[in-house]
């Protein structure tokens, strides 16, 4: 993924997508191997096959494996990339029906 200079130019296998996963920001730390349930993807592009998903919407419940891949790893940039089958995403969303879980999270006093 280092090598691409512009991810969203990606020639992709038919009915899939590529998406930036987004982790919400959070004061709790949890073991390794537990799921976060507020994760989601931004989808950074689409193959021409897929006619109902937009750059820019948000996959929110997405069932099977996909393919990662993570850049900076450690460092305060890190991102994780993944390809995603569409017959797999469960739930996405424009991004004007979405409620960010940081939006939330900031106005929760610790």
């Known amino acids: 993924m280092e090598k691409i200079k512009k991810l969203e ?5 038919p009915s899939t997508l590529l998406a930036e996963v987004l982790k919400p920001k959070r004061y709790i ?6 799921e976060d349930k507020d994760s989601y993807g931004v989808v950074i592009a689409i193959h021409e096959t897929i006619t109902d998903l937009e750059i ?3 996959v929110i ?3 099977g494996s996909m ?7 450690g460092k ?21 029906n979405f ?5 939330i999270m900031a106005k929760i006093s610790v």
């Open 99 to 103: 409620i960010n879980p940081d939006v």
């Open 29 to 34: 730390v949890s073991p390794d191997g537990t």
């Open 67 to 73: 393919n990662g891949y993570t850049l900076n790893t």
């Open 56 to 58: 820019g919407d948000l």
């Open 9 to 13: 130019d990606v020639i992709l296998s």
């Open 76 to 96: 305060s940039n890190e991102k994780t990339y993944v390809i995603m089958h569409r017959g797999n995403v469960m739930l996405a969303v424009k991004p004007d």
């Open 61 to 63: 419940k997405y069932v």
